[in-house]
């Protein structure tokens, strides 16, 4: 099947959020919502030797948005079906159909889904399906200093880069296959690490 | 699509005049859109308007598309936008999109804060009309004039403080709001000095240090390679250099990245896991702050013990390393060896002592001297924060040092340290606009100007003042453009605003500004800018630069705003200077002047500007395949092509230095020196905490502050590591009190392991917003900083301070 | 918890509400042995107009979560695959079923065969709709409700609260001097269902724990007040105490003051359960981000 999928290289992110303003700008969201948005995982110990210190901690960044899963828990939720998966494999929602129950949010265990208060609906990253169209990338691939997200078909990114994605604060894939390849930083743990910390939850969850 | 030319408006010479009206975009819109696109059924509308040509893709629904320079803050980068605009409104910013994207000519990606502008461009608060002061000053009561007005009070005071006090009272200040070719603080150095001059400055806020110590060293500025270089080297030491986030020139991280790629091993020194730590190191060391000489020496101690130094090159191409080779008439005093195994001071800079001082283990230090001596070639690059520190000098110094003992100079994949400005032309050409000569002589410290206002006529050589012995008089007049230096990026804000206030000290302020900045509130008059996309513009690279990106104008400038261009020219009609000012040209004629400029210097094929401006890139660029190396000829042949240094060579013992006679502060050889405000010192009891405030994401200094969507993105908050909070019995989140001798802010805090325990960090460049208390609410870094001044440079030592954080 | 989520808590509260009258009407007419008398098809129309009535309140808060709800109709559409779908398809159902219950009983057809059948319909659609609901929650990246215990939640609320709603509006009858006949064993029927969901409650609290361990999300565990906790189990044991008091002591109870008791203890188990459906809401917790 054609599966559009995001490549993120975790390893080489500086959290600099262009992509994340990027995708605000293109898609004109309001303060709060954010397509696309930056986890800062840090944490550990600061260990005291006589008068020195030594940093036992760990430090990356997680760039993430819609991943237009295979098997999207998201769409499955929703009472209207106005969660729908194209050709291509974009999951995408219907301003038309969406009541606004907020009940998708609940499920997306990417945190893609966010409530629009102006438009009153639930919203999420298109993956710029317009600009795909015109044989554009998305916004903020195109965006990224660091060179370090990219697009394309999910097996191919996958053969390239090697297919794992289960890196903390991500959930295991079980959930909902997300075509998603990251490449991991070397901190990085596998999901399910119940000891790492998202480090600036004010900034991904106004 | 095809690409339309779109080109309706007749010309126009007369740059006062506002741009086209917003109706013409939308009849524009609609006759593209209707296909039947006729040029010459849209000139009635504008008449008497300046033109906005927009070259560039009409798409479907009217919008077009403009490549453009992001405007030229001091930012740290060059980017080229990619400005969607419709009915004559930016819909929607992208960036370079030029194919390819080759690490010989890459791409010029914005930053985060380039894709936010249009929430700066169309925020409410920007300023509108002229204002002059109607409450105290500093108060921030303002009343709306007409231009007319405002330009004669301009002209008059300028006129009366020239005719009582002379020239020399007149100060344009520092301010780098604008780097665009012309435009911004150096349209009014033109005027000034046309109109018989100010008072002259040199250094800067940025790098003050590093741009006057590193040619005591290798006798030039120009010891950088270019970046394209980068990749071919084996070992990156980014020693308080955060490209990730300050950028340093447009891809200087995305370059590192490349070089990792190619098998680089890259370490951080920093007291914080900065944005480059994270992404680009595969090791992060935190330092304590203003104690890099010491582990510099350590690392010499560990190198020079082992053996690991490049004899060959150093007895070829450096003096002052050891007894040996010292300048004649030197031969008994300290060495660089000396001063590293303790011969005169009797204490050896082992890892050991430095890990006494810097926080780092004994173990690590060696590790790092090991894989920097010996991991061939390797690049010791450093940042500028350390040289914005007490003693920023030395780290300077140490640095250049090092690379050159370990022969890391001259070679591809190298790095001789220092300001490293780019081989072989020593980078942009940063203001190209000519100012002329200032027919003031004198010159102070750029830092020292509050010292002027207070005691200028006391201000000689001990200060910093060249050009004279003595000023002749103390600042009365304060034209600031571009700038807010006066109150919010100086040091001790709180001395600054008392100092401002006094109406006796300084007689009139003028500030010249898109906002109301905590400047400008202390001003008498206000005068309102348009932005960089409002006027025509051109830019070159930050640091590094191979291109030359264009800035046309494509939007109107709102209500009265002006460009600072169309100000000065208003100002010099007043002054009787008009022609002599604008040379006949506007605002378009002098960046067809600028890219000629270019064309003669640097790039040669560049074609003019009506072609540049058709192409619509958005930037032209000389792409790099050849990098240059800096000091080839020299290590080829030092004999043949000696340095500008006195000994022709590398020095490492300075005689120019020891003839200063002030061993304890600007030695011969760079030495660690414990900071006046230090963990070490007596201040500590009362304030433990070292502080320091970098250079944020969000902002460019004090620019961009308040953007909403920056805003979210990076709140302003003091970094605090959790030993320390938990010390304080603060929590995440927690308002805080950070405070010190010279003042006290108060924002929440972020407590983060990215951050050494005993340092806490105020991102710098907060906007000034003290309440009735007179506590910042903001969280400008600059109300605990101080104003003593380095040694050697004269440099702001902003950095440096000890502050106290407690629970509110 | 989120602000807006209160509509929730009220929207599954209610219809579950409504669903424990019925449950709690049926085993009055299990137990009861005079089933010939108006009292007791005045009870019979108190019963079915709470249990419309409590729906229909749910329904219309319901609405107020919705920020579009002009696109409502549409969620009768994913019976597919979506709980929420099929939850708000058994809501109309069982409304509409509740309806004609209620029109058979304006119309005056208590005593025929067709308003049991409607009684029984409608309970089975409500039981339905309960077990939708819980469903509804228990969603595989949410491992603290994805549990059995979501579910015996629903259920215990459904007869803790029906029961005892039950339990008060026959009181109130009594009060009213509607003489009920059998009133001790129609007292004690209600009685024992209150206490048996009691027990099932605290079974299901100590019993059914979820896994944890499932949870690989990366936001510190959601942080639920003492209070809420202490509210729901204080009043948990007050409301069934003063119950089990009134109940050895005070059986049965004829209305007016000496059922003061009743209505205090049946309050404080709302009371309790208003905190455990806060709580449940605010344990929401997401694996992932
Ligand atoms: N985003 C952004 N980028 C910018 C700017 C901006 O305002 N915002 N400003 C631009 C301008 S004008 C300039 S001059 C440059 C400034 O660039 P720099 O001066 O290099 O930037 P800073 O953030 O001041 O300092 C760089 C790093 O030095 C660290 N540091 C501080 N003290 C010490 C020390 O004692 N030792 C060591 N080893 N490290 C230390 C800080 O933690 C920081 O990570 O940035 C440019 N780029
Ligand atoms: N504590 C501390 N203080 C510091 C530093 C530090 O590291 N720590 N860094 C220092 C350094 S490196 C620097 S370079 C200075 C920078 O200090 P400043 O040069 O004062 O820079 P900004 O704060 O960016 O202020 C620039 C102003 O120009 C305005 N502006 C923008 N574009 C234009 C234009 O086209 N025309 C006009 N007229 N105005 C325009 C902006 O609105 C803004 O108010 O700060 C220094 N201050
Ligand atoms: S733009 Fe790139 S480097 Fe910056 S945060 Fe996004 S993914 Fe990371
Ligand atoms: S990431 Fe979330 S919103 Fe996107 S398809 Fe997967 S489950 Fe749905
Ligand atoms: S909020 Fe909209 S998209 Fe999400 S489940 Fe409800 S109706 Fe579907
Ligand atoms: S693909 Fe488009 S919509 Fe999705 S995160 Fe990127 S910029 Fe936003
Ligand atoms: S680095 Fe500077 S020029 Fe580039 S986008 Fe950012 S602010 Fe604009
Ligand atoms: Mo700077």
């Known amino acids: ?206 | 699509m095809k690409e339309h030319q779109i080109d309706h408006i007749p010309p126009n010479g007369n740059p006062d005049h506002q741009g086209m009206e917003r109706r013409c975009f939308i009849k524009m819109g609609a006759v593209f859109a209707g296909g039947m696109a006729s040029l010459g059924s849209l000139l009635g509308c504008t008449d008497e308007k300046q033109r906005i040509r927009l070259p560039g893709r009409l798409e479907k629904d009217g919008t077009v598309v403009v490549r453009a320079g992001c405007p030229a803050h001091n930012c740290g980068g060059r980017c080229v936008l990619k400005l969607f605009l419709k009915d004559g409104e930016i819909i929607r910013i992208e960036t370079d999109d030029r194919p390819g994207d080759d690490i010989s000519d890459p791409q010029l990606r914005a930053c985060v804060r380039g894709r936010a502008y249009r929430r700066r461009q169309y925020h409410p608060d920007r300023l509108k009309y002229p204002m002059k002061r109607v409450g105290k000053r500093g108060e921030g009561q303002f009343e709306r004039i007409s231009w007319d007005e405002a330009l004669d009070m301009m002209a008059s005071e300028l006129k009366r403080v020239k005719n009582t006090y002379g020239n020399s009272a007149i100060l344009v200040p520092y301010g780098t709001g604008s780097y665009n070719q012309t435009n911004g603080r150096q349209t009014a150095a033109r005027l000034m000095n046309l109109f018989g001059g100010s008072l002259g400055f040199y250094n800067s806020y940025s790098w003050a240090c590093i741009s006057r110590a590193t040619p005591y060293v290798y006798g030039t500025g120009v010891t950088g390679n270019q970046r394209q270089d980068w990749v071919n080297s084996k070992y990156i030491i980014l020693w308080g250099w955060n490209p990730a986030e300050m950028r340093d020139g447009t891809n200087s991280e995305y370059f590192l990245k490349k070089a990792r790629e190619r098998g680089a091993k890259i370490i951080c020194i920093d007291p914080r896991m900065s944005m480059s730590a994270t992404a680009l190191a595969d090791e992060w060391i935190p330092i304590r702050p203003g104690t890099d000489t010491a582990l510099m020496s350590a690392m010499a101690h560990v190198i020079i013990s082992e053996g690991l130094h490049d004899e060959h090159f150093i007895r070829r191409c450096c003096i002052g390393f050891d007894q040996t080779q010292m300048p004649e008439g030197m031969e008994n005093e300290e060495s660089y060896c000396d001063y590293i195994f303790g011969t005169h001071d009797g204490r050896p800079k082992t890892p050991q002592w430095a890990e006494a001082i810097t926080g780092i283990p004994e173990n690590t230090i060696i590790r790092i001297a090991r894989e920097y001596g010996s991991i061939k070639p390797a690049m010791l690059y450093q940042g500028y924060g350390m040289q914005r520190r007490a003693y920023g000098e030395q780290p300077v110094l140490g640095g250049c040092v090092l690379a050159a003992i370990t022969g890391n100079v001259g070679i591809p994949g190298g790095w001789a340290s220092g300001i490293a400005l780019q081989a072989d032309d020593g980078g942009p050409f940063w203001n190209i606009f000519p100012t002329g000569r200032n027919p003031v002589n004198a010159m102070i410290p750029v830092f020292l100007w509050t010292e002027a206002i207070l005691r200028g006529k006391e201000m000689g050589a001990e200060d910093g003042v060249i050009g004279t012995d003595k000023l002749d008089n103390n600042i009365k007049l304060i034209w600031c453009v571009a700038s807010n230096i006066l109150i919010n990026q100086h040091a001790d804000t709180n001395r600054s605003a008392k100092i401002l206030k006094d109406e006796r000290l300084v007689e009139f302020i003028a500030v010249q500004d898109q906002f109301l900045t905590p400047s400008a509130k202390f001003a008498d008059l206000v005068l309102p800018v348009c932005t960089q996309f409002e006027m025509w513009g051109l830019e070159d690279g930050w640091k590094y630069g191979d291109e030359v990106i264009l800035m046309p104008k494509v939007l109107d400038p709102p209500h009265e705003t002006k460009s600072d261009y169309q100000i000065a020219a208003g100002l010099a009609e007043r002054l009787g200077l008009k022609e002599e000012y604008t040379l006949g040209r506007n605002e378009r004629d002098w960046i067809e002047w600028a890219v000629k400029y270019f064309r003669n210097t640097r790039f040669p094929d560049i074609p003019d500007l009506e072609k540049l401006h058709e192409m619509n890139r958005g930037v032209y660029t000389r792409p790099v395949h050849e990098p240059k190396v800096a000091f080839r000829d020299f290590r080829r042949d030092p004999v043949k092509h000696p340095l500008n240094t006195p000994s022709g060579k590398v020095e490492i013992f300075s005689k120019t230095l020891f003839d200063m006679g002030k061993p304890d502060t600007i030695p011969a050889v760079p030495k660690y020196i414990q900071e006046w405000e230090s963990p070490f010192g007596e201040e500590s009891r009362r304030y433990p905490l070292q502080a320091i405030g970098h250079h944020y994401m969000p902002r460019v200094h004090s620019t961009h502050d308040g953007i909403d969507w920056l805003e979210e993105a990076f709140p302003q908050r003091v970094f605090i590591n959790p030993i320390d909070a938990q010390a304080r019995e603060i929590k995440d989140g927690n308002t805080v009190h950070v405070y010190n001798s010279r003042g006290a802010i108060m924002i929440p805090c972020r407590i983060t392991q990215k951050i050494m325990p005993g340092v806490v960090n105020i991102p710098q460049g907060a906007w000034w917003a003290p309440d009735k208390d007179g506590i910042d609410r903001r969280g400008n870094v600059n109300v605990l900083t101080s104003h003593r001044w380095t040694p050697l440079a004269f440099g702001n030592a902003q950095h440096t301070m000890m502050v106290e954080v407690k629970k509110t | 918890m989120n602000n807006n989520e209160w509509p929730l808590v009220f929207f599954t509260m209610l219809s579950q509400i409504s669903v424990g009258i019925l449950i709690g009407g049926l085993a009055l007419w299990l137990s009861v042995k005079n089933t010939e008398s108006t009292a007791l098809d005045t009870l019979k129309k108190v019963l079915i107009i709470s249990a419309f009535g409590s729906m229909g309140i749910a329904l219309l808060i319901s609405f107020l979560h919705l920020a579009s709800p002009l696109h409502s109709v549409y969620a009768l559409s994913n019976a597919g695959s979506s709980w929420l779908s099929r939850e708000i398809i058994l809501t109309s159902l069982y409304l509409f079923s509740l309806a004609i219950c209620f029109t058979s009983i304006l119309y005056n057809v208590p005593h025929s065969n067709l308003f049991g059948q409607l009684y029984l319909a409608s309970l089975i659609i409500g039981i339905v709709l309960i077990w939708a609901i819980s469903r509804v929650y228990m969603i595989p990246t949410v491992p603290l409700w994805d549990t059995p215990a979501t579910s015996v939640a629903f259920f215990s609320t459904a007869l803790v609260l029906g029961g005892g709603m039950v339990l008060v509006m026959i009181s109130l009858l009594a009060g009213k001097n509607i003489q009920l006949p059998d009133m001790e064993i129609l007292q004690s029927a209600m009685f024992y269902l209150v206490s048996a969901a009691v027990f099932i409650t605290l079974l299901n609290m100590l019993l059914i724990q979820p896994d944890i361990s499932a949870a690989t999300g990366s936001f510190p565990l959601p942080y639920i007040s003492q209070w809420w906790k202490t509210v729901r189990i204080v009043f948990l044991l007050a409301g069934f105490s003063g119950l089990t008091y009134w109940f050895t002591y005070q059986l049965p109870s004829s209305g007016g003051s000496t059922s003061w008791l009743i209505y205090l203890s049946v309050a404080c188990l709302l009371f309790s359960e208003i905190a455990g459906r806060y709580i449940f809401y605010a344990s929401y917790y997401r694996v992932g981000v």
């Open chain 1, 1 to 206: 099947m054609n599966q559009l999928a995001f490549y993120f290289d975790a390893s080489s992110c500086s959290g600099c959020k262009t992509c994340q303003v990027a995708c605000k700008d293109k898609h004109d969201l309001p303060m709060a919502v954010l397509w696309r948005r930056v986890y800062e995982v840090c944490g550990g110990d600061w260990i005291r030797k006589g008068p020195a210190w030594i940093p036992n901690i760990y430090a990356y960044h997680m760039s993430m948005a819609c991943n237009h899963c295979e098997e999207p828990i998201c769409m499955d939720a929703c009472p209207t079906k106005a969660i729908v998966k194209n050709d291509r494999g974009i999951v995408l929602i219907d301003y038309d159909r969406c009541m606004g129950c907020k009940y998708c949010e609940w499920t997306c265990p990417y945190g893609a889904l966010q409530f629009d208060p102006v438009k009153k609906v639930m919203t999420k990253c298109t993956f710029c399906a317009d600009y795909l169209e015109e044989g554009k990338p998305p916004v903020c691939v195109s965006a990224c200093p660091m060179r370090a997200l990219d697009y394309g078909d999910l097996d191919e990114l996958a053969q390239r880069h090697g297919r794992s994605n289960e890196y903390f604060p991500l959930p295991k894939e079980k959930y909902t296959k997300p075509a998603l390849v990251i490449s991991p930083h070397l901190h990085a743990r596998k999901a399910g690490n119940r000891e790492f910390k998202i480090a600036n939850k004010e900034e991904v969850k106004p």
